[in-house]
């Protein structure tokens, strides 16, 4: 139990501490998000990836399941928000913030970390199946979708707009997938995985969270928060209501509830009800749309943690 309020403790202190240090050191920490990334995705990361697949039991892990599953849920956020946008009759603006806001989920830093916690090593080895559809969704479907909102408002395009081409490319997402192959190669290998590769894992991946979670605060704005009720009373029943509920649907369909092995499904329900992504603020920074609104909507997220991450500890055993 204190290993983990501990554990949990990383998400505050990590956020606070990377905001905290780009009030100080202002233009000089530019560059701190890109290169914590970059350590804690690239140089650790891959390790205890490949070192957690390496021990998972693959018959009955769900793995084929578990990327539509992850699909599915990103898709019907995105469609429910978007939804409710037109609904509201908030126009290409503010629509596009609120379905981007519930189409994008914290997966790789906060989901991963409360997984960890949560359901153990063996909940932490299937997040990266989970997400791999996650950035073709992300540079693929809501990027452009933004942009073409973007369009509407008479905003330029940003320079720093990605295409499946340049993803294709990208070091993050080689680095991933390359260490869930090699998890995957040494796993069917009968290769005996050594005992201390579970002791690095529960020092690994609470690092490479924190040096994800201080990027995070790092590129915290400045700017106000502005989140109308009925905006925000939407956006937390599709986060908080619509999401875990389609979520354990697609995974009923994809046949995950009724294995013997209950780890991903329990891993379904809970990045269900993770936050949004900070990758959701993006977006609206590159093509002129609502930022504060965007702003606005990931601190409330964000803050949720405090109600769901104690609901989860006492719902997850029940599945």
């Given at each position: 139990m204190v290993r983990a309020?501990?554990?949990?403790?990383?998400?505050?202190?990590?956020?606070?501490?990377?905001?905290?240090?780009?009030?100080?050191?202002?233009?000089?920490?530019?560059?701190?998000?890109?290169?914590?990334?970059?350590?804690?995705?690239?140089?650790?990361?891959p390790v205890a990836v490949a070192g957690s697949v390496w021990g998972l039991r693959l018959s009955n892990s769900g793995l084929a399941a578990l990327p539509f599953a992850g699909l599915a849920t990103l898709g019907l956020g995105?469609?429910?928000?978007?939804?409710?946008?037109?609904?509201?009759?908030?126009?290409?603006?503010?629509?596009?913030?609120?379905?981007?806001?519930?189409?994008?989920?914290?997966?790789?830093?906060?989901?991963?970390?409360v997984a960890f916690i949560l359901l153990g090593e063996g909940g932490f080895a299937l997040i990266p199946f989970y997400k791999v559809f996650e950035e073709f969704w992300y540079y693929g479907i809501c990027y452009p979708f933004a942009a073409q909102a973007g369009k509407s408002q008479g905003s330029p395009i940003g320079r720093q707009e990605r295409n499946l081409g340049s993803l294709l490319k990208d070091p993050f997402l080689f680095m991933s997938l390359g260490a869930m192959a090699l998890g995957l190669v040494l796993n069917v290998s009968g290769l005996r995985r050594p005992p201390f590769v579970k002791d690095l894992n529960g020092v690994l991946v609470p690092v490479a969270t924190f040096l994800l979670l201080v990027s995070v605060g790092l590129k915290i704005p400045r700017g106000r928060m502005k989140v109308p009720k009925p905006i925000l009373a939407t956006f937390l029943a599709i986060r908080l209501i619509v999401l875990p509920l389609v979520s354990y649907g697609a995974a009923f369909v994809l046949g995950l509830a009724g294995r013997a092995d209950?780890?991903?499904?329990?891993?379904?329900?809970?990045?269900?009800?993770?936050?949004?992504?900070?990758?959701?603020?993006?977006?609206?920074?590159?093509?002129?749309?609502?930022?504060?609104?965007?702003?606005?909507l990931w601190i409330v997220s964000s803050l949720t943690l405090l109600g769901t991450i104690p609901l989860l500890w006492a719902i997850l055993p029940l599945f």
């Open positions: 309020l501990v554990s949990l403790s990383l998400i505050p202190l990590g956020i606070f501490l990377g905001w905290l240090l780009e009030r100080l050191l202002r233009k000089k920490a530019a560059p701190l998000p890109s290169i914590l990334q970059r350590i804690a995705i690239i140089g650790i990361n995105f469609l429910a928000g978007h939804g409710a946008g037109r609904i509201l009759k908030l126009g290409n603006d503010r629509g596009t913030v609120l379905t981007l806001s519930t189409g994008m989920t914290n997966i790789g830093s906060i989901g991963a970390i209950p780890t991903a499904l329990r891993l379904v329900v809970l990045l269900s009800f993770m936050p949004t992504a900070f990758n959701s603020l993006i977006p609206p920074s590159l093509y002129g749309l609502d930022f504060g609104l965007s702003f606005g």
